[in-house]
T-cell receptor, first 114, second 115 residues
Framework: NAGVTQTPKFRILKIGQSMTLQCTQD?????MYWYRQDPGMGLKLIYY???????DKGEVPNGYNVSRSTTEDFPLRLELAAPSQTSVYFC?????????????FGQGTRLTVV | GDSVTQMEGPVTLSEEAFLTINCTYT??????LFWYVQYPGEGLQLLLK?????DKGSNKGFEATYRKETTSFHLEKGSVQVSDSAVYFC??????????????FGKGITLSVRP
């Protein structure tokens, strides 16, 4: 049971480049989330999805895009990378919320923009 | 909107010391409350949870009680171990079945336990 899988684990980008962070879950969860984690700032929600074909913005969506064409996959796209996007990115998923539903996290992607 | 406030860190304790990490929240409705733990180099994992007022979540010697009157969910452990060194996040999920089932996290606090 793989859970939530993120790729790549590490990446260095030059300013202005673009890339896609991949996230796949094999638990048939409806809800998926992208967070970024900056030192001392906790987790900030970038985008989330409550099901295939449905996405919505979180707290810090600028500079990012997402899609949810299947239940399993929720890729995060960075266009025109900027140093402010240097961060650790976490994808998470959970089942439809019936109260106290646990979220499962991937191992994270450490991105540096130089 | 919903928010979670955690005490400022970091926290350094000696092994077998008592631990309290404060967490308060602001939310409408009846949120569920969580503590997640992040060990070095890993993603977050659920430590414990509570889904309604006066519920106590517990796991691995950690406990937290959902206090609606004080909007708090403080994490406690009677005797910490070196292996408890990690970052701890308090989080809430808005009302079950709501259209926007987001998870809101606090800033996290780093706990270091000395032998």
């Amino acid at each position: 049971n793989a859970g939530v899988t993120q790729t790549p684990k590490f990446r260095i980008l030059k300013i202005g480049q673009s890339m896609t962070l991949q996230c796949t879950q094999d638990m048939n969860h409806n809800y998926m989330y992208w967070y970024r984690q900056d030192p001392g700032m906790g987790l900030k929600l970038i985008y989330y999805s409550v099901g295939a074909g449905i996405t919505d913005k979180g707290e810090v969506p600028n500079g990012y895009n997402v899609s949810r064409s299947t239940t399993e996959d929720f890729p995060l796209r960075l266009e025109l990378a900027a140093p402010s996007q240097t961060s650790v990115y976490f994808c998470a998923s959970r089942d439809r919320d019936r109260g106290g539903t646990e979220a499962f996290f991937g191992q994270g992607t450490r991105l540096t923009v130089v | 909107g919903d928010s979670v406030t955690q005490m400022e860190g970091p926290v350094t304790l000696s092994e077998e010391a008592f631990l309290t990490i404060n967490c308060t929240y602001t939310a409408t409705g009846y949120p569920s409350l969580f503590w997640y733990v992040q060990y070095p180099g890993e993603g977050l994992q659920l430590l414990l949870k509570a889904t309604k007022a006066d519920d106590k979540g517990s796991n691995k010697g950690f406990e937290a009680t959902y206090r609606k009157e004080t909007t708090s969910f403080h994490l406690e452990k009677g005797s910490v171990q070196v292996s408890d060194s990690a970052v701890y996040f308090c989080a809430l999920s808005d009302t079950p079945g709501g259209a926007n089932s987001k998870l809101t996290f606090g800033k996290g606090i780093t706990l270091s336990v000395r032998p």
